[in-house]
């Protein structure tokens, strides 16, 4: 059984980086059995993909440690505002939330002075 463990700030200022940890069980992230991603969700509106945890490319990831991603996201806007998941699914091309059927419980980050 997999499962994500989403950690972060809380609260980030506006234009500062936003940096994000998914701690990984039952599974591992250098494998392509699983599509792993961030996707985030602003209140009161849907989910948003942000992003694929892979080696190269938008997400962060440490290939030292095999069971952790890292999301960074520079130049914040109060609108970033949103709980932020990392999730997986057993699909090469995931197309919708309902796709992901591993979650982290999410944590919420708030864009603000």
């Known amino acids: 059984q997999v499962q994500l463990q989403e950690s972060g700030p809380g609260l980030v200022k506006p234009s500062q980086t936003l940096s994000l940890t998914c701690n990984v069980s039952g599974g591992s992230i250098t494998t392509s059995y699983y599509y792993w991603a961030w996707i985030r969700q602003p209140l009161g509106k849907g989910l948003e993909w942000i992003g694929r945890?892979?080696?190269?490319?938008y997400t962060v990831y440490s290939p030292a440690l095999k069971n952790t991603a890292y999301l960074q996201m520079n130049s914040l806007k109060p609108e970033d505002t949103a709980v932020y998941y990392c999730a997986a699914s057993g699909r090469s091309r995931p197309s919708r939330s309902t796709e992901y059927p591993y979650w982290g419980q999410g944590t919420q980050i708030a864009v603000s002075y």
């Open positions: 945890i892979t080696a190269s490319g």
